[in-house]
């Protein structure tokens, strides 16, 4: 058994369309793959893992793996943040969060009334730093909330700082966490501050989710119910709505994650599970198309995947996957319906084959801290145990 796991959510890096693709309109998606096909990568400690060795990877196989590795379909019907974490920690969503490309008028006018805001703008998909440059300005002389969505199962709200002040606007967001329910539920509600001046607009890192805490029983709360203890880092907290978190730290980009995750297994001895989301992958470079910045940020990362290696002890585990894919190739700026890999490091180097669920991850981290089989999801744990 391990005494200790460690599992790193890379925010956005799918390793392939899956095959229900195409009702998604993500036919021949490809984050790692289509990245390297542009600009070839130079992360040797991930393919070191075992990486390049994953089916369909399309990255270099480099010698003999040191992980585990294989990749996870969603069971999920969606490629949203949120049901992609719950399904990673053992909770598969059916039916999924809904979907919008535009939220009800009726349902908007009610928020307005709820909130005494005189009006809304836009109620569209679209990318977050594009529309504040579209409507930034008339927002500010309007004073009326930016209102937009994506593919994803969420609501955001975006408003300059200056105008809808912060608490006022995570009030808004709240309102509408509440009526965004029954047929209109989605997985977040977004408040998305911006400051600046039109031609100079800039999102600030006040952002704030309002999810839904989990429908049915996680990983988190299965460890909490047996005396063990779990960190969040990153935005785990809001995912989970602190649900099975027992402690967190709220970081909002790549390093200060990475730093935490350091910090915990170097100086946390009592946290049984600790959980990183890096954000940075899909919120700066997926969904903006930034081809040469989700590079770099994969780089970085691989730059201080041998800080992270040193920081375990022999009787741990880590694992890196991913919650879904945000090709940065692609014409749009939505997530993609892909395949995430695993990598196991701590045990013995397997290759793992295309697991039914990313609940895989939540069943192999139960039954290696010995408490059994998790309901869903096919444990590998005893395919990788020293």
């Known amino acids: 058994m391990f005494k200790r796991i460690c599992i790193i959510v890379l925010d956005s890096v799918g390793i392939g369309a899956m095959p229900d693709a195409a009702d998604f309109g993500d036919v021949g998606a490809h984050t790692l793959g289509n990245i390297h096909s542009q600009r070839k990568l130079k992360i040797p400690n991930l393919l070191n893992l075992g990486l390049g060795h994953i089916m369909d990877a399309r990255l270099p196989k480099h010698g003999k793996p040191v992980a585990s590795f294989g990749r996870l379909r969603a069971k999920t019907r969606a490629k949203d943040t949120t049901s992609g974490h719950w399904e990673l920690a053992g909770l598969i969503m059916d039916p999924p969060f809904a979907t919008f490309t535009s939220f009800p008028e009726d349902l908007l006018r009610e928020w307005l009334r709820r909130t005494g805001q005189q009006g809304w703008l836009a109620n569209h998909p679209a990318s977050g730093t594009q529309i504040i440059d579209e409507l930034g300005e008339e927002h500010m002389k309007t004073g009326a909330p930016i209102v937009y969505t994506s593919a994803d199962s969420v609501f955001q709200v975006a408003a300059h700082e200056e105008i809808i002040p912060l608490e006022s606007l995570y009030h808004i967001c709240q309102i509408a966490r509440e009526m965004l ?42 460890l909490q119910a047996k005396d063990q203890t779990t960190m969040g880092i990153g935005k785990i907290d809001d995912i989970f709505c602190n649900q099975g978190v027992a402690n967190s730290n709220h970081t909002t980009n790549n390093t200060d994650g990475i730093n ?15 959980f990183t989301n890096l954000v940075d992958f899909d919120m700066h470079y997926g969904h903006r198309n930034n081809v040469e910045g989700y590079a770099q940020a994969l ?42 890999p695993v990598l196991a490091y701590g045990g013995k180097a397997v290759d ?15 039954e290696a801290l010995g408490h059994g089989i998790w309901p869903v999801g096919k444990s590998f744990y005893r395919e990788i145990k020293p």
């Open 181 to 222: 329910t029954g047929e209109h539920v989605v997985g977040r509600v977004i408040a998305r501050p911006f400051i600046g001046s039109p031609g100079n607009f800039t999102r600030t890192k006040n952002r704030k989710d309002f999810a839904l805490p989990p429908i049915g029983e996680t990983l988190l709360d299965a």
């Open 352 to 366: 793992l084959g295309t697991g039914d669920t990313f609940a895989d991850v939540a069943a192999t981290i139960y």
């Open 299 to 340: 780089e970085y990362f691989d730059t201080r995947l041998p800080e992270i290696l040193s920081a375990l002890h022999p009787d741990d585990l880590l694992i890196l996957t991913a919650d879904h894919g945000c090709d940065p190739t692609t014409p749009g700026t939505d997530h993609s319906r892909e395949y995430v």
């Open 260 to 274: 935490a995750t350091i910090q915990a297994l170097t100086s946390n001895k009592r946290d049984t599970l600790i």
